[in-house]
């Protein structure tokens, strides 16, 4: 078992930054890949970012050039900085893991909300 916990969420004005934490806990040795997903009210959940466990990065369209992950040294860390946030990045973003063997977890969510 994997849990996750979101941190770093809040309302920011557009055009302004947030940086997103999520910690693991629990089987992580067992963790291969970690990723932030967002759902926005009314919408489906989206892929924001996802890392590898060898480091490998992939984005949405939508963010790409905005957003990076990354992972903190103990590897059970994963980090989302977020540049040049726009109205429509406001939602609830989650962190997620998946296994080695198959197993999906997730965090509890944090929201972001950017509005002036």
């Known amino acids: 078992q994997v849990q996750l916990v979101e941190s770093g969420g809040g309302l920011v004005q557009p055009g302004g930054s947030l940086r997103l934490s999520c910690a693991a806990s629990g089987s992580i040795f067992s963790i291969n890949t970690m990723a932030w997903y967002r759902q926005a009210p009314g919408k489906q959940r989206e892929l924001v970012a996802i890392?590898?466990?060898?480091?490998?990065?992939n984005y949405g369209d939508s963010v790409k050039g905005r957003f990076t992950i990354s992972r903190g040294n103990t590897k059970n860390t994963v980090y989302l900085q977020m540049n040049s946030l726009k109205p429509e990045d406001t939602a609830v973003y989650y962190c997620n893991s998946d296994s080695v063997d198959g197993d999906v977890y997730w965090g509890q969510g944090t929201q972001v909300t950017v509005s002036s």
């Open positions: 890392i590898t466990r060898g480091g490998s990065t």
